[in-house]
């Protein structure tokens, strides 16, 4: 059983008006593709939200859950509504999970066995680009894993996918660079890369059994702020059973982007004439056309007449019902092979370029790091408690650190 578990929050306002990336760097290099590219341009958020629900909905769920608040009380009612004409038999409430509580509650409400998944979406602004048919495989391998691993805890995740196919192995230029965790694979094929970690893999943007999740929630000791697994103490704990899948194509992108990959993974945008059913999209010519999506995948990157350098076979497949016309460019010819297409090369990894070797050095010197703060670490907790200031030292922590 496959589950659509919507919970969150929508903030008002358009893009950095709502505050999200207002006086930073991460403003300044979003705003330098969505304030010079036309149809990248801010967007208001809660139409960001419904174009994320919009990709979910030619998935065949056998439960969609819909939990949400909106900042500006006056969508609420708009929103619900599209919301029930997009899934018209799903459980929609305008409450959404802020504490642990609050959310074990709600998937307890579910009434369903804990061996279902759960495609848990606290985040939303995560939209579905692949073909739903692609899913139904990933969730069979999910499947297969279990049972594999019946003492397993089993996570699949459905964003984030060039990160993660950077990180599973030390000559990978990105192991262990995201918070110290260094993946190991256990079982890879052409579909997918099943490995373990260090740490606890919990990022929100993941695919997990009920039980587990009622598990996390029910027994966290955070009793206040809890929006997403990383909000526990179980995120990234060492103490963990976990394995997860990362699908060797994309399903999901964060529609702003991920700002260390910008270069290479563009952010997403809603197309001219999506809610209206009218996309038009021009493959193959050099100059753009205002009003439509312009394709050409002979680019290294955007630009001011080139919206998208890929392939038309790579279009998101949840614009393809709402496509009212495609003009493709009779004189143009491009080879389909991925592999020698610029875009590509740099989509799939940004640092192609660098050897598997440097690769290597850089991350054993990230991994010394880490047992360095280990060593540091268990060094001044056995000195404090020899000078008996440790109980002390550790109040004073959990009141810098504690989640209000």
């Known amino acids: 059983m496959l589950v659509l578990f919507f919970d969150t929050f929508i903030v ?10 207002k006086s930073s760097v991460n403003e300044a290099t979003l705003g330098a593709i969505r304030d010079v590219y036309p149809n990248y341009r801010w967007q208001n958020k809660i139409d960001v939200v419904k174009y994320t629900l919009a990709s979910y909905a030619d998935i065949a769920w056998d439960k969609v859950v819909i939990r949400f608040e909106c900042e500006d009380s006056n969508e609420t009612e708009s929103f619900f509504e599209f919301c029930r004409q997009l899934f018209p038999s799903s459980q929609i409430k305008n409450q959404r999970s802020a504490t642990a509580k609050q959310y074990y509650d709600a998937l307890f409400d579910l009434k369903i066995d804990d061996s279902a998944m759960i495609f848990f979406s606290p985040n939303n602004d995560h939209p579905y680009l692949a073909k739903p ?10 499947e297969h894993v279990s049972n594999e691993y019946p003492q397993k805890d089993i996570g699949l995740t459905f964003s984030h996918f060039t990160e993660s196919m950077l990180d599973n192995r030390i000559t990978d230029p990105q192991w262990g660079y995201f918070g110290f965790k260094f993946k190991k694979i ?11 970690s260090n740490i606890a893999p919990l990022d929100s943007c993941q695919i997990f059994r009920l039980g587990y999740l009622k598990r996390i929630f029910s027994s966290t000791k955070n009793k206040g702020r809890v929006i997403r697994l990383e909000d526990t103490e ?10 997860q899948i990362c699908p060797k194509i994309e399903l999901c992108r964060h529609y702003d982007g991920y700002f260390h990959l910008m270069n290479a993974v563009p952010p997403l945008f809603i197309p001219p004439g999506f809610f209206e059913s009218n996309i038009k999209l021009r493959y193959g010519y050099d ?15 955007l630009s001011f007449d080139i919206d998208l350098p ?11 019902k709402r496509i009212s016309i495609i003009d493709i460019n009779p004189d143009f010819f491009i080879d389909s092979d991925k592999s020698g297409l610029t875009f590509y090369q740099n989509f799939n990894n940004p640092w192609h370029k660098r050897s ?16 360095g703060w280990k ?30």
């Open 287 to 301: 100059k753009g056309k205002e009003g439509w999506v312009n394709l050409n995948p002979k680019y290294k990157w």
């Open 186 to 196: 256990i079982v890879e094929n052409s579909t997918a890369y099943v490995t373990k």
């Open 12 to 21: 008002q306002g358009i893009g950095e008006k709502s505050g999200l990336y």
């Open 234 to 243: 179980f995120c990234s704990s060492a103490n963990h059973s976990v394995i």
């Open 310 to 320: 890929i392939l038309i076979d790579d279009v998101p497949n949840f614009w393809n």
């Open 133 to 142: 048919e692609k899913l139904v495989e990933y969730i069979q391998l999910f």
């Open 375 to 404: 060593f540091a670490r268990s060094y001044l907790r056995s000195l404090a408690i020899s000078l008996g200031i440790f109980g002390s030292l550790k109040k004073i922590k959990n009141q810098i650190f504690v989640i209000r």
């Open 356 to 371: 598997k070797t440097r690769n290597a050095i850089r991350s054993v010197y990230i991994y010394i790091i880490l047992q």
